[in-house]
């Protein structure tokens, strides 16, 4: 068994093998000792994956969950992102849930065997290396880039790994730790460090995108300034914005009941495309307070859906400063909004949504043709990259419910804000005038 490894700092114990008790040690190094003995490499390798998956459940850090069956808890180091010995010991039966392991690795073989088969490997290629470096593809040649990159100070991955990477004999390089996008972590990178990785990574999909095809970005965190730095990054590259769309995974995790404000589930998913001439994000020059902005976003929202909740209030944020461009200010001030929504909205802990106070109707002091020409403005902005040009009533079928916590306004109203914005195109069709969209607040 691996000895001596040191462990990050904040873990419970110094070194890897402090992590487990003499009797899984000693199981686990027996079993290692033997799938090693395997001359088929691809068997060997497929049995290393389920003592991999063994590894997690079989040290002190286990912590054992009393809702889910045997082998149902988690490892520290996903749950609390640190070597955290658990309070309660618990000794899994580890040549019970190899054998379980092993059967899962077999139908999951055999599920996927249509896809992934003898004749269809060699189309594969799986590597391992570092994003800010793709010289190994040729420019122009890949059709679609989905990526799901690290959130500068959410886990260190590296310094985590370091359990599995012991046993399983996996090298860690000073350069692995150079290239790792990380804020903070064992070797102390800072928020430079990362936004460098970060751009250079987006650079090197640009040169490997053929042109015309997309780029899908996953985010869970929703950090404006993070945001910003993408958009920024991106569209220096050559990248055209197209879109962001949030994306559920249904699920609430252990990290978000503990702290339900500042911890989301799902993600949001922004699209890039490379196209010869990209066309920016028109910034949109805001001669008002950004906190009129954000409150009559939020209101927005929260009227549309007759209450809504954190994570909603959030992507819609996101969405709206991404495409008005006023992220940047979002970053500077609006990092947590938890005090404002508390402060302007009713809160019920247990649906965990937020709804319009009881008694106010008018939280912002927007006058009713700004308030339309904001949501018109943005409403066209998404029809345009998509392509589109609705009719009137398309738009005020959009735009309504986002109002109606004030008074509704005429139909006459909405097409008076339009026509100083907007211009026919084909019949009772609209889109946003070529000048003078970029402000507005005018
Ligand atoms: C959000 S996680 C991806 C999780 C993955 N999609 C999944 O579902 O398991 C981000 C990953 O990026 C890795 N990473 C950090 N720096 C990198 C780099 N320079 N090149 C490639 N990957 C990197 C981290 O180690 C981490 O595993």
């Not at 399983?168 to 390089?173: F, H, I, P, S």
């Not at 430079?192 to 053929?210: G, T």
């Not at 020059?285 to 994570?311: F, P, R």
Request: hydrophobic content about 35%; aromatic content about 12%; some cysteine.
């Amino acid at each position: 068994y691996p000895k001596g490894n040191i462990l990050p700092k904040g873990s419970d114990v110094g070194t890897v093998e402090k992590l487990f008790s003499k009797e899984q040690l000693a199981k686990l190094s027996l079993l290692k000792s033997i799938i090693k003995k395997e001359k088929n490499k691809n068997i060997k390798e497929s049995l290393l994956l389920m003592f991999s998956g063994l590894l997690t459940k079989t040290n002190l850090t286990y912590h054992s969950s009393s809702v889910r069956a045997e082998g149902g808890g988690d490892s520290a180091a996903f749950r609390y992102y640190r070597y955290r010995i658990a309070p309660r010991p618990f000794e899994l039966d580890i040549s019970k849930y190899f054998q379980i392991r092993f059967n899962k690795v077999i139908e999951a073989k055999k599920e996927i065997s249509y896809y992934i088969n003898d004749n269809t490997i060699e189309n594969i290629k799986n590597v391992k290396g570092t994003a800010t470096d793709l010289s190994w593809i040729e420019s122009e040649s890949v059709d679609y880039i989905y990526t799901d990159p690290p959130y500068g100070k959410k886990i260190p991955y590296l310094d985590l790994s370091i359990m599995w990477n012991a046993w399983l004999d996996l090298e860690v390089t000073k350069e692995d730790y150079e290239l790792e996008a990380i804020e903070g972590g064992e070797h102390y990178k800072n928020k430079d460090d990362y936004n460098k990785l970060i751009a250079q990574s987006i650079k090197e999909m640009y040169r490997v995108l053929k042109y015309d095809r997309w780029m899908s970005f996953v985010f869970a965190h929703k950090d404006p300034e993070f945001w910003h730095l993408i958009i920024d990054t991106a569209e220096r590259c050559g990248f055209e914005y197209i879109g962001a769309v949030p994306q559920k995974n249904g699920q609430t995790s252990f990290k978000k009941r503990q702290h339900p404000f500042t911890v989301l589930s799902g993600q949001l998913i922004i699209n890039f495309k490379k196209v010869k001439n990209p066309r920016s994000i028109l910034k949109a020059h805001l001669g008002i307070d950004i906190s009129e902005i954000i409150l009559q976003t939020i209101e927005g929202i929260v009227a549309k859906n007759e209450g809504a909740t954190l994570e909603q209030i959030n992507d819609e944020l996101i969405i709206k400063g991404l495409e008005l461009g006023f992220l940047d200010l979002l970053k500077k001030e609006y990092s947590d909004i938890t005090p404002l929504l508390l402060q302007h909205f009713d809160y019920d802990d247990e649906t965990e949504i937020f709804t319009l106070k009881a008694d106010t109707k008018f939280k912002t002091h927007l006058d009713e043709r700004l308030r339309i020409r904001y949501y018109l403005i943005s409403y066209l902005r998404r029809m345009e990259r998509e392509g589109r040009y609705p009719h009137f009533d398309d738009i005020v079928l959009d735009i309504l419910p986002l109002l109606k916590n004030g008074m509704t306004p005429e139909n006459q109203t909405i097409l008076g804000v339009l026509e100083d914005i907007a211009e026919h195109t084909g019949e009772d069709r609209w889109r946003l005038k070529t000048h003078g969209q970029g402000e507005l607040f005018a």
